[in-house]
C-alpha cells in the first residue's frame, strides 16, 4: 500500500449493495479484527451513517438520493504495518446507469477514472437478466415477438461491456489487453447470499454472464472475481430482525474468495486489490 491516497473507483448500478457494503466495511475497520484496519481519524462518514444506524437496528437502510457523490476517507493500515487512505465514494448508481443510457462520461467521472488505479465493478447477480437466443426462445417465437415490436433495450451483458469499454477507452487503455500501469480489476458478485450457487464466484459469473465473462478475460488477464454477502442475510427497510440487532451487524456478512473459500473479513476484497497493485509495482 503505498502512502498516498489510494483510492478506489467502485463501480455499480443501483440496486447491486454498495451502500450496505461501504457501512459494514467501515464497521469492521473500526472493530480492528480484520485485515484492514481504522488507523486514525476517518472524515465524511455522514452518507454511511444512517445505513450504519439501521443495521444495528436489523433493518436495511433507505435509496442513496441520485445526485449524491461523496468521498469518504478513511486512514487505514495492514497488518504488516503498511498504511494509506482509503477513500470509499458514496453516490447513486443511477449516474452509472445515465453513463451507459447516453454513452457520456460526466467531467468529474472521467477525473476518477482517470485517477484511480484500482476499479471494483460490483454486480447482483440476481437482478441481470441473460438476452434470449435459439436455445432459451425458438426462432418461431422470435418471429411473432418481432411483429409485437417490443422495444430494444440492449442486454444487461452488453450494458457492462459497453461501461468497462467507455472506461477503458477514458483511461486510455490499449481496448486490446491490460498493459503496465493500467488499473487493477476486481469484480464482486454482491447479495452472495440470495444466489444459492456451489462453486467459486467465477464460475458464477461465467454461468451467468458468459459473453461479459469473456471480455472480461480477453481484456484483464486472470480477473479478480469475488462474492460478496455485506449482510450475510436479508433485511427489510421496516421491520427489524431481532437476531441481527442483538447479536450485532458485525457478526454477519461474509466474502468468497476466489478459490470459493468463505471469510468473515469484509475488508479481504480491498486487501487483495491493493495487493496486487503494489505487486504490479514491484515488478
Ligand atoms: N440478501 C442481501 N441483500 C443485500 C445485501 N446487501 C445489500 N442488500 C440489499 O440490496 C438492496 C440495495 O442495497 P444498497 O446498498 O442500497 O445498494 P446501492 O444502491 O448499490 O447502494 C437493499 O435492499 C439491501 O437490503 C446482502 O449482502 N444480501
Ligand atoms: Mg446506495
Redo the contacts with the bound molecule.
Sequence with gaps: MSGSGDSILLL???????????AQLLRRLIKKDCRLRMNGQATNLEPFEA?LESLSEGK?????ATSIYVDSVWPVSQEDGTSGQLIWP?Y??EQIKSMIETRRVADAWCRRVQQADRWML?I?LQQTQLGDDVLSRPLSDMRRAARENPAHQISDQARLIELLQMLIYVRGMSPTGVRPGSPQLAVLL?????LRFEGTPSEALQVRLPMFWAFLSATWPAPTVMG??????????HTSDSDYSSRGPEQF?FVVTPEGERSPDLTWPIHLLLDKQSQQEAD
Design positions: 455499480g448500478e443501483s440496486g447491486v449493495g454498495k451502500t450496505h457494503y461501504g445505513a436495511a437502510a433507505d435509496h442513496t458514496e447513486g448508481g460490483m447482483r454482491t447479495c452472495w447470499d440470495e460478496l454477502s455485506a449482510l450475510g442475510r436479508p433485511l427489510t427497510p456478512g
